[in-house]
């Protein structure tokens, strides 16, 4: 069974652009959640969607923000990118929001 | 304070020695705890994944809980060179419809020959 992937790999911005990142998660995965990675920081959770629902937001402005489609691939979007937003985004599948969540090797995304 | 608590080394050990990694928490809430593992420039692997105290154990990997001293750890049997990564710990509540995991800063091992 393919993992989960994410496009693209690596994204070189300018401050002031928005940038869309995707995640495609497990076949027949329902949850998708987003985490940032930063060295000072860490992993820290960004947002969940199941069944194309928001249902849980981590402490991040409301310049971020995400969508799921039907077939439960997600999509995370960054409007009027800062430098301190450069990091690795990490999208995380699983069955349903009870489950054991499985990650993609994520997109590093520089903001210049 | 943080809600996780975790040393981040970097913890270096020779080939075919056990390894230990901890973290502590401050949220009586956590209930299910997971092992990830790391390698430079990849996504977190899932490593093991338990409800609530006690222990469980996978080839050379056992994850223990105990809950009265808000304490998780992960060992390592017979520890290889391709053990080398950073091992995150991380952790939940119970459900409330969602899935939001706090990490621990993660700890980097470096396994030498």
């Known amino acids: 069974k393919a993992g989960v992937t994410q496009t693209p790999r690596y994204l070189i911005k300018t401050r002031g652009q928005q940038v869309t990142l995707s995640c495609s998660p497990i076949s027949g995965h329902r949850s998708v959640s987003w985490y940032q990675q930063t060295p000072g920081q860490g992993l820290q959770f960004l947002f969940e969607?199941?069944?194309?629902?928001?249902?849980n937001k981590g402490n991040f402005p409301g310049r971020f923000s995400g969508r799921q489609f039907s077939n439960s691939r997600s999509e995370m979007n960054v409007s009027t990118l800062e430098l301190g937003d450069s990091a690795l985004y990490l999208c995380?599948?699983?069955?349903?929001?009870?489950?054991?969540?499985?990650f993609g090797p994520g997109t590093r995304l520089t903001v210049t | 304070q943080k809600e996780v608590e975790q040393d981040p080394g970097p913890l270096s050990v020779p080939e075919g020695a056990i390894v230990s990694l901890n973290c502590t928490y401050s949220?009586?809430?956590?209930?299910?705890f997971m092992w990830y593992r790391q390698y430079s420039r990849k996504g977190p692997e899932l490593l093991m994944y338990t409800y609530s105290s006690g222990n469980k154990e996978d080839g050379r990997f056992t994850a223990q809980v105990d809950k009265s001293s808000k304490y998780i750890s992960l060992f390592i049997r017979d520890s290889q060179p391709s053990d080398s990564a950073t091992y995150l710990c991380?952790?939940?509540?119970?459900?409330?419809?969602?899935?939001?995991?706090?990490f621990g800063a993660g700890t980097r091992l470096a396994v030498h020959p």
């Open positions: 991380a952790m939940r509540g119970l459900s409330g419809g969602y899935n939001k995991l706090i």
């Open positions: 969607y199941f069944s194309e629902t928001q249902r």
């Open positions: 995380a599948s699983s069955l349903g929001t009870e489950n054991e969540q499985y």
């Open positions: 949220n009586s809430a956590f209930q299910y």
